[in-house]
C-alpha cells in the first residue's frame, strides 16, 4: 500500500469519525425527512411532464388517425368519381398519415407505460413518506427517553461524587451523633434518678437499723441507752462471779432472736 493511500484512507477515517459524532439522531430524522419530500416533489413534477407529453402524443396519434381516416374517404369519393390520379394522391397521403400514426401509437404506448411506473413510484414514495414521518415522530420519542435516562443518570452519578451530597450525609452522621447523645444523655439521667432512690431507700434502712439498735441497746447504739442484757449480766458476772444457767438461758435465746432478725435485714 502506497503512502498516499494510508494517508487517504487515515483522512477518510478521521472525517467519517467527526461525521459520525456531528450527527444529531434528531436533526438527521428531519434532514431525512425534508429530502425525501423533496424527492416527491421532484417525482411528481416528473410524473406531471410525462403525463403532458403523454397527452401531446395521444393528440398527434388521435390527429393523425383522423387524418388517415379522412384520406381513406377522400380516396373513395375520388374513385367513385372516376378520378384515379386524385385517388392516387389520396392514397399517398393516407399512408403518410397511417406511418405518423404507427409512430405516434409506439410512443404513446411507451410514454403510457412510463406515466403508470411513475404514478405507482410517486404512490410508493408517499406510503415511505408517511410511514418514515410515524417512525420518525417514534424515534423522536424514543430519543428524549435516552437523553432523559442518560441525563438522569449523570445526575444521580453526580450527586455521588458532589460536595452536596458529601455535605448532606455529614448532617445526617451529626443529626445520628447528637440523637445518640441526647439518647445517652437521658440514661444518665434515669441513672442518677434511680441512685437517688436508692440513697433513699439506704437511708430509710440505716434509719430504722438506728432505731431497731437504740431500742435494743446494742454496741454503736446511742451512748447514753441502757445496756443490753448479756452486758448486764457480765457486769453482774464480774461483780459477783457467780451466775445461774436458768437466768441466762431467756437472755440469750432473745438475743439470738434479735440477732437473725437484724440478718434478715
Known amino acids: 500500500m ?18 459520525s459524532k456531528a450527527e444529531d439522531p434528531e436533526k438527521m ?3 431525512s425527512i425534508l429530502e425525501m419530500q423533496e424527492d416527491m416533489v421532484q417525482l411528481r413534477q416528473g410524473v406531471a411532464q410525462a403525463i403532458a407529453a403523454q397527452k401531446r402524443t395521444e393528440k398527434q ?24 390520379n386524385l385517388a392516387r394522391q389520396a392514397l399517398e397521403r393516407k399512408k403518410t398519415f397511417s406511418e405518423t400514426s404507427a409512430t405516434l401509437k409506439a410512443s404513446l404506448d411507451q410514454q403510457t407505460a412510463q ?6 413510484n410517486l404512490i410508493q414514495l408517499e406510503s415511505k413518506i408517511s410511514e418514515a414521518k410515524t417512525k420518525k415522530e417514534m424515534l423522536k420519542a424514543r430519543i428524549t427517553a435516552a437523553k432523559a435516562q442518560e441525563q438522569l443518570g449523570s445526575m444521580v452519578k453526580g450527586m455521588n461524587s458532589s460536595s452536596a451530597m458529601a455535605a448532606f450525609d ?43 439498735k437504740a431500742q435494743m441497746s446494742l454496741p454503736g447504739g446511742a451512748p447514753n441507752q441502757p445496756q443490753l442484757p448479756e ?5 453482774q458476772q464480774a461483780t459477783n462471779n457467780q451466775s445461774t444457767p436458768k437466768s441466762q438461758e431467756p437472755a440469750d435465746a432473745e438475743l439470738d432472736a434479735l440477732r437473725k432478725q437484724l440478718d434478715e435485714l
Open 115 to 120: 406515466v403508470d411506473a411513475l404514478k405507482r
Open 2 to 19: 502506497g503512502l498516499f493511500d494510508r494517508v487517504r484512507r487515515v483522512v477518510s477515517a478521521n472525517l467519517n469519525d467527526l461525521v
Open 170 to 212: 455529614r448532617m445526617e452522621e451529626k443529626v445520628m451523633m447528637q440523637e445518640a447523645r441526647a439518647q445517652s444523655v437521658a440514661e444518665l439521667a434515669s441513672n442518677d434518678l434511680e441512685s437517688q432512690f436508692a440513697q433513699l431507700e439506704s437511708s430509710d434502712v440505716d434509719d430504722e437499723l438506728a432505731a431497731l
Open 29 to 31: 430524522l428531519e434532514q
Open 61 to 84: 396519434y388521435n390527429d393523425a388517425d383522423n387524418e388517415v381516416n379522412k384520406w381513406q374517404r377522400n380516396a373513395q369519393l375520388a374513385l367513385q368519381k372516376g378520378d384515379e
Open 231 to 235: 452486758q448486764a449480766t457480765n457486769n
